[in-house]
T-cell receptor, first 113, second 117 residues
Framework: GENVEQHPSTLSVQEGDSAVIKCTYS??????FPWYKQELGKRPQLIID?????GEKKDQRIAVTLNKTAKHFSLHITETQPEDSAVYFC????????????FGKGTKLSVKP | GAVVSQHPSRVICKSGTSVKIECRSL??????MFWYRQFPKQSLMLMAT?????????EQGVEKDKFLINHASLTLSTLTVTSAHPEDSSFYIC?????????????FGNGTRLTVT
């Protein structure tokens, strides 16, 4: 089955700097890769997603890149702000079924003012 | 946007009792809902897939007789933790898709913090 590795587990940056979180997946059949932001004790919220027919997607300060050959995808946050501090999870659709998302272990991002 | 309502947000129960958690899609019909479990500082683990009008599909290692799932309508799925024990204490989250495509975004409920004493 699908296995998703996420790095780093913790990331601390200065306000205004960029943050990059990387994930790798094992199932070449996976074709949907969402990223979620979860604040403490709250539900995960979708911040951006990418499908396998696209190599890059951008939404304001957030961008995601996908390398299907290498089976890895990354989240890029530019001009970080303190409110970006949260845990970020990457996920990959397992076996082509969107519902069967396999999540990475999460990255705790801290943005210092 | 699509809203998923989950209740209760917090519940404390005694060991041996059962707890029911509800997950509702408020402004869309969800043929399929998903239940996850999240331990502190860990990732979300899919427990089961709930299909309206049929039996839930459980992930390997999840006891179907302990975690009863009912999906009685297109807008409601329930998870009942039966004979709860302290090790069942966790954060339970449901999700549903608002789209028809298999890769439509998932919308999560706010989660239920279960504490078994």
């Amino acid at each position: 089955g699908e296995n998703v590795e996420q790095h780093p587990s913790t990331l601390s940056v200065q306000e205004g700097d960029s943050a990059v979180i990387k994930c790798t997946y094992s199932d070449s059949a996976s074709n949907y890769f969402p990223w979620y932001k979860q604040e403490l004790g709250k539900r995960p919220q979708l911040i951006i997603d990418i499908r396998s027919n696209v190599g890059e997607k951008k939404d304001q300060r957030i961008a995601v890149t996908l390398n299907k050959t290498a089976k890895h995808f990354s989240l890029h946050i530019t001009e970080t702000q303190p409110e970006d501090s949260a845990v970020y999870f990457c996920a990959a659709s397992g076996g082509g079924s969107q519902g069967n998302l396999i999540f990475g272990k999460g990255t705790k991002l801290s943005v210092k003012p | 946007g699509a809203v998923v309502s989950q209740h209760p947000s917090r519940v404390i129960c005694k060991s041996g009792t059962s707890v029911k958690i509800e997950c509702r899609s408020l402004d869309f019909q969800a043929t399929t809902m998903f239940w996850y479990r999240q331990f502190p500082k860990q990732s979300l683990m899919l427990m089961a897939t709930s299909n309206e009008g049929s039996k839930a599909t459980y992930e390997q290692g999840v006891e179907k007789d302990k975690f009863l799932i009912n999906h009685a309508s297109l807008t409601l799925s329930t998870l009942t933790v039966t004979s709860a024990h302290p090790e069942d204490s966790s954060f339970y989250i449901c999700s549903a898709s608002s789209g028809q495509a298999y890769n439509s975004p998932l919308h999560f409920g706010n989660g239920t913090r279960l504490t078994v004493t």
